[in-house]
Antibody, heavy 124, light 112 residues
Framework: QVQLLQSGPGLVKPSQTLSLTCGIS??????????WNWIRQSPSRGLEWLGR?????????DYAVSVKGRITINPDTSKNQFSLHLNSVTLEDTAVYYC??????????????WGQGTLVTVSS | QSVLTQPPSVSGAPGQRVTMSCTGS?????????VHWYQQLPGTAPKLLIY???IRPSGVPDRFSGSKSGTSASLAITGLQAEDEADYYC????????????FGGGTKLTVL
């Protein structure tokens, strides 16, 4: 059974960097059949896919246009985890952040399981 | 505004059948991308309910079913139970801004 456990601060100051980590048990961050995603949820933006990292003989990253240039997702094979870094945050980045495993489907991925979620508030 | 459109709310009495829709466009559902559904109980993370339009993961009761046609998809719940009260989200892929996995705005199910 795959489980994802998130960690990281719940309060970030404007213009600083939001950093979260997602620990994986029951699967490998280096799996050739999965992708490791970050998704956020807020009342104003709903559920929003942010980006992913995945391994297919080498490492790849994909990022949503809405956060491209501010986001980095890194795998850590030694700890079997992956991280999210979102810089230059504003009040609009306040949301519940989830990590999720992307499962490869016939036409598109689905997300299963999800981490427990981390409420990140951007405030001075 | 979410890329996939869902009704904000639906309701039904225990034992009844309810359906909820997920409407997309030619760049997502209509382009042939599969639709997946999630259930989010209050204060918890979304949980996969249906994948590949109609496939139930192990452990999901057969009271839940999914379908897809054209640019829309539907989730049906039969034999409604109090514990089904939750938010339900559809998800697919949109090729207008690649890569881009997209979600509906969610439907709040109230069990009367």
């Amino acid at each position: 059974q795959v489980q994802l456990l998130q960690s990281g601060p719940g309060l970030v100051k404007p213009s600083q960097t939001l950093s979260l980590t997602c620990g994986i048990s029951g699967d490998s961050v280096s799996s050739n059949r999965a992708a490791w995603n970050w998704i956020r949820q807020s009342p104003s933006r709903g559920l929003e896919w942010l980006g992913r990292t995945y391994y297919r003989s080498k490492w790849y990253n994909d990022y949503a246009v809405s956060v491209k240039g501010r986001i980095t997702i890194n795998p850590d094979t030694s700890k079997n985890q992956f991280s999210l870094h979102l810089n230059s945050v504003t009040l609009e980045d306040t949301a519940v952040y989830y990590c999720a495993r992307g499962v490869v489907g016939a036409t598109t991925n689905w997300f299963d399981p999800w981490g427990q979620g981390t409420l990140v508030t951007v405030s001075s | 505004q979410s890329v996939l459109t869902q009704p904000p709310s639906v309701s039904g009495a225990p034992g009844q059948r309810v359906t909820m829709s997920c409407t997309g466009s030619s760049s997502n559902i209509g382009a042939g991308y599969d639709v997946h559904w999630y259930q989010q109980l209050p204060g918890t993370a979304p949980k996969l309910l249906i994948y590949g339009n109609y496939i139930r993961p192990s452990g999901v009761p057969d009271r839940f079913s999914g379908s897809k046609s054209g640019t829309s998809a539907s989730l049906a719940i039969t034999g409604l139970q109090a514990e089904d009260e939750a938010d339900y989200y559809c998800q697919s892929y949109d090729n207008s801004l690649s890569p881009n996995w997209v979600f509906g705005g969610g439907t709040k199910l109230t069990v009367l």
